[in-house]
Protein backbone atom coordinates (compact mmCIF):
# COMPACT_ATOMS: atom_id res chain seq x y z
CA UNK A 1 0.00 0.00 0.00
CA UNK A 2 1.31 3.30 -1.50
CA UNK A 3 0.69 5.97 2.06
CA UNK A 4 4.18 8.33 0.45
CA UNK A 5 4.16 10.65 -2.13
CA UNK A 6 7.92 12.80 -2.96
CA UNK A 7 5.84 16.03 -1.99
CA UNK A 8 7.51 18.99 -0.88
CA UNK A 9 6.79 22.94 -1.58
CA UNK A 10 10.03 24.54 0.22
CA UNK A 11 12.80 23.26 -1.97
CA UNK A 12 14.87 25.07 -4.33
CA UNK A 13 13.68 26.04 -7.41
CA UNK A 14 16.27 23.98 -8.91
CA UNK A 15 15.82 20.25 -7.12
CA UNK A 16 12.71 20.23 -5.93
CA UNK A 17 10.75 18.56 -9.27
CA UNK A 18 13.37 16.11 -9.06
CA UNK A 19 13.87 12.54 -6.96
CA UNK A 20 16.05 9.77 -5.81
CA UNK A 21 16.39 6.68 -7.66
CA UNK A 22 15.80 4.46 -4.71
CA UNK A 23 12.38 6.17 -4.35
CA UNK A 24 11.42 6.39 -7.82
CA UNK A 25 11.77 2.93 -8.23
CA UNK A 26 10.10 1.56 -5.09
CA UNK A 27 6.88 3.93 -5.90
CA UNK A 28 7.14 3.09 -9.58
CA UNK A 29 6.60 -0.72 -8.58
CA UNK A 30 4.12 0.23 -5.64
CA UNK A 31 2.11 2.26 -7.92
CA UNK A 32 0.45 -0.55 -9.82
CA UNK A 33 0.00 -3.50 -6.89
CA UNK A 34 -3.04 -4.89 -5.99
CA UNK A 35 -3.29 -3.61 -2.87
CA UNK A 36 -2.42 0.37 -4.49
CA UNK A 37 -5.46 -0.31 -6.71
CA UNK A 38 -7.73 -1.39 -3.82
CA UNK A 39 -7.34 1.33 -1.60
CA UNK A 40 -7.57 3.63 -4.85
CA UNK A 41 -11.42 2.05 -5.64
CA UNK A 42 -12.38 2.66 -2.27
CA UNK A 43 -11.50 6.49 -2.19
CA UNK A 44 -13.23 6.45 -5.21
CA UNK A 45 -16.22 4.95 -4.48
CA UNK A 46 -16.04 6.97 -1.14
CA UNK A 47 -15.57 9.95 -2.97
CA UNK A 48 -18.70 9.08 -5.59
CA UNK A 49 -21.04 8.44 -2.90
CA UNK A 50 -20.29 11.71 -0.98
CA UNK A 51 -20.75 13.60 -4.28
CA UNK A 52 -23.95 11.86 -5.51
CA UNK A 53 -25.25 12.05 -2.01
CA UNK A 54 -24.93 15.93 -2.27
CA UNK A 55 -26.23 16.27 -5.47
CA UNK A 56 -23.05 16.13 -7.48
CA UNK A 57 -25.30 13.52 -10.25
CA UNK A 58 -22.67 14.51 -13.40
CA UNK A 59 -21.65 11.67 -15.34
CA UNK A 60 -18.65 13.71 -15.83
CA UNK A 61 -16.69 15.18 -13.10
CA UNK A 62 -13.83 17.61 -12.73
CA UNK A 63 -11.43 15.92 -10.77
CA UNK A 64 -7.98 17.23 -9.51
CA UNK A 65 -5.69 14.90 -8.08
CA UNK A 66 -2.84 16.14 -6.18
CA UNK A 67 -0.19 14.16 -5.35
CA UNK A 68 -0.67 12.19 -8.26
CA UNK A 69 2.34 10.64 -8.05
CA UNK A 70 2.68 7.62 -11.17
CA UNK A 71 -1.15 8.60 -11.96
CA UNK A 72 -2.76 5.52 -10.59
CA UNK A 73 -5.62 6.86 -8.79
CA UNK A 74 -6.23 9.69 -11.88
CA UNK A 75 -6.15 6.80 -14.10
CA UNK A 76 -9.27 4.78 -12.33
CA UNK A 77 -11.68 8.51 -12.75
CA UNK A 78 -10.59 9.01 -16.45
CA UNK A 79 -11.45 4.86 -17.78
CA UNK A 80 -14.70 6.09 -15.48
CA UNK A 81 -15.22 9.15 -18.22
CA UNK A 82 -14.08 11.74 -15.73
CA UNK A 83 -12.20 14.79 -17.04
CA UNK A 84 -9.17 14.44 -14.57
CA UNK A 85 -6.10 16.84 -13.95
CA UNK A 86 -3.28 15.48 -11.87
CA UNK A 87 -0.41 17.17 -10.36
CA UNK A 88 2.70 16.23 -8.92
CA UNK A 89 6.38 17.54 -7.80
CA UNK A 90 7.79 14.28 -8.63
CA UNK A 91 8.97 15.36 -12.34
CA UNK A 92 10.18 11.51 -12.75
CA UNK A 93 7.00 10.07 -11.38
CA UNK A 94 4.61 12.43 -13.74
CA UNK A 95 6.51 11.72 -16.40
CA UNK A 96 5.78 8.12 -15.96
CA UNK A 97 1.91 8.87 -15.16
CA UNK A 98 1.82 10.53 -18.62
CA UNK A 99 3.66 7.54 -19.96
CA UNK A 100 1.01 5.39 -18.96
CA UNK A 101 -1.80 7.29 -19.89
CA UNK A 102 -0.75 7.08 -23.13
CA UNK A 103 -0.14 3.59 -23.66
CA UNK A 104 -3.88 3.17 -21.71
CA UNK A 105 -4.92 6.42 -24.58
CA UNK A 106 -6.12 8.10 -21.79
CA UNK A 107 -6.30 12.29 -22.11
CA UNK A 108 -5.19 13.20 -18.68
CA UNK A 109 -4.08 16.59 -17.89
CA UNK A 110 -0.91 15.86 -15.95
CA UNK A 111 1.58 18.29 -14.74
CA UNK A 112 4.58 19.05 -12.60
CA UNK A 113 4.19 21.94 -9.50
CA UNK A 114 3.20 22.96 -6.35
CA UNK A 115 0.41 22.81 -3.84
CA UNK A 116 0.23 26.41 -3.03
CA UNK A 117 0.50 27.58 -7.09
CA UNK A 118 -2.07 25.22 -8.61
CA UNK A 119 -2.44 26.44 -11.93
CA UNK A 120 -5.94 25.49 -12.30
CA UNK A 121 -8.99 28.19 -12.44
CA UNK A 122 -10.85 29.78 -9.04
CA UNK A 123 -14.00 27.26 -9.10
CA UNK A 124 -13.08 24.97 -11.98
CA UNK A 125 -13.23 21.47 -10.09
CA UNK A 126 -15.87 18.88 -8.82
CA UNK A 127 -13.35 16.71 -6.44
CA UNK A 128 -10.30 17.87 -4.86
CA UNK A 129 -8.14 14.30 -4.17
CA UNK A 130 -5.35 14.67 -2.01
CA UNK A 131 -3.92 11.62 -0.39
CA UNK A 132 -0.74 12.21 1.63
CA UNK A 133 0.85 15.53 0.62
CA UNK A 134 0.00 18.01 3.60
CA UNK A 135 2.36 16.23 6.48
CA UNK A 136 5.42 16.56 3.70
CA UNK A 137 4.90 20.94 3.06
CA UNK A 138 6.18 22.78 5.31
CA UNK A 139 4.18 25.74 4.37
CA UNK A 140 0.86 23.88 4.62
CA UNK A 141 -1.97 25.79 4.89
CA UNK A 142 -1.26 28.11 1.22
CA UNK A 143 -2.40 24.36 0.16
CA UNK A 144 -5.32 24.19 1.81
CA UNK A 145 -6.23 28.21 0.28
CA UNK A 146 -5.32 26.56 -3.37
CA UNK A 147 -7.94 23.54 -2.67
CA UNK A 148 -10.54 25.84 -1.37
CA UNK A 149 -10.00 28.13 -4.71
CA UNK A 150 -10.37 25.37 -7.34
CA UNK A 151 -12.89 23.75 -5.72
CA UNK A 152 -16.94 24.73 -6.95
CA UNK A 153 -19.39 25.41 -4.44
CA UNK A 154 -20.86 22.19 -3.56
CA UNK A 155 -17.51 20.53 -4.29
CA UNK A 156 -15.48 17.20 -2.07
CA UNK A 157 -12.08 17.39 -1.29
CA UNK A 158 -10.97 14.07 -0.24
CA UNK A 159 -7.73 13.72 2.26
CA UNK A 160 -5.61 11.71 3.74
CA UNK A 161 -2.47 12.59 6.19
CA UNK A 162 -1.00 11.15 9.08
CA UNK A 163 -2.62 10.83 12.11
CA UNK A 164 -0.55 12.19 15.57
CA UNK A 165 -3.16 11.10 17.90
CA UNK A 166 -2.58 7.19 16.63
CA UNK A 167 0.46 5.90 17.86
CA UNK A 168 1.08 3.60 14.70
CA UNK A 169 2.05 5.52 11.66
CA UNK A 170 3.87 4.97 8.56
CA UNK A 171 6.33 7.97 7.88
CA UNK A 172 9.02 7.14 9.83
CA UNK A 173 10.62 3.64 10.05
CA UNK A 174 10.60 4.14 13.57
CA UNK A 175 8.45 2.93 16.69
CA UNK A 176 5.74 5.16 18.08
CA UNK A 177 7.16 7.71 16.01
CA UNK A 178 3.77 9.90 15.89
CA UNK A 179 4.29 10.59 20.04
CA UNK A 180 7.59 11.47 19.59
CA UNK A 181 8.26 15.08 21.49
CA UNK A 182 8.74 17.92 18.68
CA UNK A 183 12.66 18.29 19.04
CA UNK A 184 13.25 14.60 18.68
CA UNK A 185 11.37 14.76 15.51
CA UNK A 186 13.39 17.46 13.95
CA UNK A 187 16.01 15.52 15.00
CA UNK A 188 15.08 12.61 12.67
CA UNK A 189 13.53 15.10 10.13
CA UNK A 190 17.48 15.87 9.80
CA UNK A 191 19.10 12.61 9.80
CA UNK A 192 16.53 11.30 6.74
CA UNK A 193 17.63 14.14 4.65
CA UNK A 194 21.03 13.43 5.42
CA UNK A 195 23.09 10.07 6.92
CA UNK A 196 19.44 7.97 7.18
CA UNK A 197 17.28 8.14 4.28
CA UNK A 198 16.58 4.73 4.89
CA UNK A 199 14.36 5.49 7.76
CA UNK A 200 11.83 7.33 5.70
CA UNK A 201 12.34 4.71 2.07
CA UNK A 202 14.31 7.29 0.93
CA UNK A 203 11.58 10.14 0.28
CA UNK A 204 13.30 13.21 -0.57
CA UNK A 205 10.88 15.47 1.88
CA UNK A 206 9.84 13.25 5.15
CA UNK A 207 7.02 13.94 6.86
CA UNK A 208 7.37 17.32 9.16
CA UNK A 209 3.58 18.64 9.87
CA UNK A 210 1.28 15.88 12.09
CA UNK A 211 -2.77 16.43 12.29
CA UNK A 212 -5.76 15.18 13.65
CA UNK A 213 -9.24 15.36 12.14
CA UNK A 214 -10.22 17.51 14.77
CA UNK A 215 -7.87 20.14 14.06
CA UNK A 216 -8.39 19.90 10.48
CA UNK A 217 -11.93 20.06 10.20
CA UNK A 218 -11.40 23.13 12.31
CA UNK A 219 -8.96 24.57 9.50
CA UNK A 220 -11.64 23.19 7.03
CA UNK A 221 -14.77 24.61 9.11
CA UNK A 222 -12.85 28.19 8.66
CA UNK A 223 -13.10 28.17 4.80
CA UNK A 224 -17.07 27.03 4.64
CA UNK A 225 -16.44 23.65 4.60
CA UNK A 226 -18.47 20.95 5.93
CA UNK A 227 -16.55 17.78 6.90
CA UNK A 228 -16.61 14.03 7.93
CA UNK A 229 -13.98 11.47 9.03
CA UNK A 230 -13.89 8.38 7.88
CA UNK A 231 -17.36 6.70 10.19
CA UNK A 232 -19.43 9.50 8.94
CA UNK A 233 -18.69 8.29 5.31
CA UNK A 234 -18.17 4.31 6.04
CA UNK A 235 -20.28 2.40 3.53
CA UNK A 236 -22.62 0.29 6.79
CA UNK A 237 -24.17 -1.74 4.30
CA UNK A 238 -20.83 -3.30 3.18
CA UNK A 239 -19.27 -3.87 6.76
CA UNK A 240 -22.28 -6.68 7.92
CA UNK A 241 -24.36 -6.30 11.22
CA UNK A 242 -21.06 -6.24 13.79
CA UNK A 243 -19.31 -3.28 11.67
CA UNK A 244 -22.30 -1.72 11.21
CA UNK A 245 -23.53 -1.46 15.07
CA UNK A 246 -19.48 -0.73 15.72
CA UNK A 247 -19.68 2.49 13.44
CA UNK A 248 -23.06 2.95 15.04
CA UNK A 249 -21.50 3.37 18.17
CA UNK A 250 -18.48 5.66 17.38
CA UNK A 251 -20.71 8.40 15.47
CA UNK A 252 -23.31 8.63 18.25
CA UNK A 253 -20.79 8.45 21.43
CA UNK A 254 -18.07 11.33 21.35
CA UNK A 255 -15.54 9.49 23.39
CA UNK A 256 -15.86 5.99 20.91
CA UNK A 257 -15.08 8.23 18.16
CA UNK A 258 -11.86 9.80 19.63
CA UNK A 259 -11.21 6.08 20.83
CA UNK A 260 -11.38 5.18 17.51
CA UNK A 261 -9.12 7.90 15.59
CA UNK A 262 -5.99 6.98 18.35
CA UNK A 263 -6.56 3.30 17.24
CA UNK A 264 -6.02 4.35 13.31
CA UNK A 265 -2.93 5.06 11.72
CA UNK A 266 -3.76 7.77 10.11
CA UNK A 267 -6.52 10.39 9.04
CA UNK A 268 -8.77 10.40 6.42
CA UNK A 269 -11.86 13.62 5.68
CA UNK A 270 -14.08 13.96 3.40
CA UNK A 271 -15.13 17.84 3.42
CA UNK A 272 -17.96 19.48 0.99
CA UNK A 273 -17.54 23.40 0.28
Known amino acids: MIHKQDNNIGASP ?23 VQRF ?13 RGLMQSRLDVLDIGCGAGTQSMMWARDGHQVSGLDINGPLVELAMQRAREAQLDIDFRIGTATELPWADNSMDVCLVPEL ?9 CVNEFTRVLKPGGVLFLSTNNSLCPVQQEFNLPLYSWYPGFMKRRYEQLAVTTRPELVNYA ?66 VAVK
Open 134 to 142: LEHVPEWEP
Open 41 to 53: AAIQDLVSRTARA
Open 204 to 269: KYPAVNWFTFFGLRKVLAARGFESFDRFDVADNAARGLGGALAFGLIRHVPLARVLAHIATPYTLL
Open 14 to 36: DDRFDSREEFFKYYAEQSTTPET
